[in-house]
């Protein structure tokens, strides 16, 4: 199990910038696929952005691709999701979530990831 906590959340104006941060703690933080979801208001929780263990390869759901960022420090045990161009519909609680398993067929699915964060609220104002 490994513990992980958010932050950097906050209100920003449409257009805007912020970086989210997930610190872990407990098992080797590099032994985990890393993930971001979001919940809005009013809605099922959302697969953002996935990361690979050495952070080679990273994953994006459509409404974010091109202007989120996923990132990882395993010297820091630290998950950062950069956001940029944020919109109003970005609002939403976000998670971050660590899987442990060495294969999945979808890693957008909810259900894979053990370990989840408190979120971090995120409210972009038009």
């Known amino acids: 199990q490994v513990q992980l906590v958010e932050s950097g959340g906050g209100l920003v104006q449409a257009g805007g910038s912020l970086r989210l941060s997930c610190a872990a703690s407990?098992?080797?933080?590099?032994?985990?696929?890393m993930s971001w979801f979001r919940r809005a208001p009013g809605k099922e929780r959302r697969f953002v952005a996935g990361i690979t263990w050495t952070g080679t390869d990273t994953f994006y759901a459509d409404p974010v691709q091109g202007r989120f960022t996923i990132s990882r420090d395993n010297a820091k045990n630290t998950v950062y999701l950069q956001m940029s161009s944020l919109k109003p519909e970005d609002t939403a609680v976000y998670y971050c979530a660590a899987d442990g398993a060495a294969w999945r067929a979808d890693r957008g699915r909810e259900a894979n990831y053990n370990d989840w964060g408190q979120g971090t609220q995120v409210t972009v104002s038009s």
């Open positions: 407990g098992r080797p933080f590099s032994a985990y696929y």
